[in-house]
Structure formats: structure tokens, C-alpha cells
């Protein structure tokens, strides 16, 4: 039996792929290998959102082959998908190029390379009926695990390459989510998180146009078990007003808000083709923190956006001082050919804007980050469960997350106990705040084993 070792870049969504196609490979007989010198295969599963991600995937592939030239290599994900062409001209080590739209075709890939040809695949999505959906390994930490409900995207904002990558929106069937669900819960899964490029769009490519969201949501807290969901990603000018009391009363689904406004300058926003304004997200804000009291929203930025000034970037400290959001993420933007922003300015213009875009971030950080402080210390003295997702090697010290923290992205909870398990949930009491970070102590034993 061959080994094959998978290295995964990218977003949540990249990583459940990650996960399907190492299902996918143990099914052709192949041994999933954390070791990349043991390994007859190396798939690396690329983004191709940002020129800074391309660069990181490029990076990556190079230092793989370099540790095992003689394995086969596979450069596989959103990047294969969008530059096919020219990384087949370019990526001479490449053993294939392989889209992301079909993963079961990674079989006959991975039959042809090692019949010795090269190979550049870019099938299309098959029928959705005849999608592949099982994994058996998963990636995160243990506990919790990503469940992607759609894949590609319909709003088109200006600046966003994901459906020249992923393509027009693709809502899952309802009944194999649920279905994914059950066996997440089964396998003792704590936290599922929902994602999608917008899951409130879920259901919009059907005949009649209306989101399905709400329904599979009901569908989902409906589920035994013990478990919760939490919500990644919802476009705030799609934003369901009835998800704000559905989560006030179903305990089930995390009051966790992730709503990415990217700007507040309405000129800004427009050019984005978003139809927001900083008055119409401050009331949504306000409309959250006044039904659910426990809410955290978590938003990002982008940026140095063609036509960001000074007054358009005041406009977003502005709009982050009177909003105080728990986390913000900011990134800057990437000149991407094919989308619609592209063409509004230069390769020198771009450059110099993106220079200043650098500062505008630090002032922003600067500006955030004892928000996101002082917001955290409304937790302390009080008690949290706390998923438990790794071991501080020597020390009586675990690393966790409670309700307010995002896998990935967000600060975490260092918890000072011994005994603590990676994947289970402990009901800790929050003592102190540490920069972004929180600090607790188990107050009783395992909750959820």
C-alpha cells in the first residue's frame, strides 16, 4: 500500500476538500501519512483567493519536492483550478494539475501518474446528486469540524475572484447535510461549524430564488445529540432579521455573529457592489446586541480598495469606534484579473496604494485591538464551557475555545488544570484577560466526554 501525505492551504472550505480527497485516496488503498519523507504521493491542496496565498502555495510545493523529490506531486485546489495553463508550462516538477470541482476524479489522476504521464485536470461539477461528500479523517482540532453547506457564490462583489475559482452558487442537498451532520454528532463532534462563501444565500440557486437557510437551520438544531453549531459567514446585505431570535431561543447555535462588512465608506461599499451603508450595519449590530445578550460578532476589512481615501478610511475607524466589535480581521486588497475591481486602476497605482493601505492597517490594529481587550473582559468571573483542542507539552495547561473564539481566527483560552482531554468540553471559570487571549480554571470535571 502507497502513502500519500496531504498539505492543506487555504480556507475551511479548502480543508474539507483536503479531507474528502484523503477519503477519497484511502478508498484507492493509499495510507494517510503525517510524514512527507515517507510518502509515494504529496498532494498540495493550493489557494488562489490572494497573490500573497499563490505565493504561500508555491512556496509550499517547492519545499515538499524538495523533501521528497521522488514522490509523485500533485498540485490540486483553487489555484490548479484558476491557472491550470500556466502552471502546466511553469510547474515542470508537477506530477498533475488537478481542479477542485470533481474531487472523486483523483482517482484516474492518481492512476495516471503513476502509470507515468502528466496530467492537467479541470473536469466539471458533476451532477449534484453524484457529488462526493464522506470523510473519514478529519483536520481540525478534536472536537469540532467544518461542514460546508454550498459551494461557489452568486454575489459577484467586485473584488472577489471565488466564482471564477468555484463557479455560480451550489446549495448541498438538505438531506445530505443532515445526513453529515448525524455522523459528525455521532462520531462525538461538540461543535460543527456551518460554512459556505455566504450561508445565508444557502437555497438561492433553486427555481424559486428564496433562501433555505432558516429551514435546514431548524432542520439541524433538530438533531439529537450533544453538540452546537456555529455560524461562519453571512453577507450582511443578505442578513436573515429572523436568524437574530432563532438564536436567542435555540441554545443549540452559538451566539457568535460573523458578518464581514470589508468597508464602511458608502462610495467604497458601492464600487464593492454591496448595497450597505456604516448607518444600515450599525443597526444591524444594534439589532443583535439588543435581542441576544451574549452575542460576539466578529467582522473583517478590506482594505485599499481602488477609491479608498483618507475620508473613505476615517469612515472605518469611525464606523469600528461606534461599533466594538469582539474580532476584526483586515486584509488588503489583491489586484485579481478577471474580477471587476481589476480594471479600475494600474499596476503602478495599485502598488503605491497598496503601501498606504499597509499603514492604514496598523492604525487599524492599533485602533482594535483594545476594543477586542476590553470586550473580552465582560467574560471574566464568569463560567464558560470550554472545548479543549490541545495540550501544552510539560505543563498543566491546555489550549481551548469557549463560545467566542472561532477556530482559526480568533484568540483562544488557555486552560491551567491537569487531566484535561484534547475534544472534550469542560465548564471553566474565565480569571483574566492576556492581550487577545483569555485565561481559565476548570470549576467541575468533564462535561462532555
Known sequence: MKKVYMENLGCSKNQVD???????????????????????????????FIESARQQSLESFFSLHEANPEAKIILSGCMAQRYAKELEQEL???SAIFG????????????????????VSLPSYPPIENEVYERNELLSFPGSAYL???????????????PLIRGALRSKPMQVILAEAKDLIGRGIKEINLIAQDLAAYGTDGPDKQSKFMQLLEALVALEG??????????????????????????????????????ADEHVLRSM??????????????AIRSTVAEAVIRSTILLGYPGEDEKAFAEVMDFLSKAKLDWVGSFIYSREEGTKAYKLRGEREHKKANKVAQTYQQQLQALQAPITSANLKRFVGKEYEVLIEELVEGEDLAIGRMYAQAPEVDGLTVVVGRSLKPGRKVLCGIRSVNGLDLEAIPVQGVLHG
Open 18 to 48: 483536503a479531507e474528502t480527497l484523503i477519503k477519497l485516496l484511502e478508498d484507492d488503498r493509499f495510507i494517510h501519512t503525517g510524514e512527507v519523507g515517507e510518502a509515494d504521493l504529496i498532494v498540495v491542496n493550493t489557494c488562489g
Open 92 to 94: 515542470g516538477e508537477a
Open 100 to 119: 477542485n470541482r470533481d474531487l472523486s476524479r483523483i482517482h484516474e489522476v492518481v492512476e495516471q501518474i503513476f502509470a507515468g504521464d502528466r496530467v
Open 148 to 162: 460546508k453547506i454550498s459551494e461557489g457564490c452568486n454575489h459577484w462583489c467586485s473584488y472577489c475572484a471565488i
Open 226 to 263: 450533544d453538540f452546537s453549531i456555529r455560524l461562519l459567514y453571512i453577507h450582511p446585505d443578505a442578513f436573515p432579521r429572523e436568524l437574530i431570535p432563532f438564536i436567542a431561543e435555540h441554545k443549540k447555535v452559538l451566539p457568535y455573529f460573523d458578518i464581514p462588512f470589508q468597508h
Open 273 to 286: 457592489g454591496r448595497t450597505g451603508t456604516k448607518e444600515s450595519y450599525l443597526a444591524l449590530i444594534d
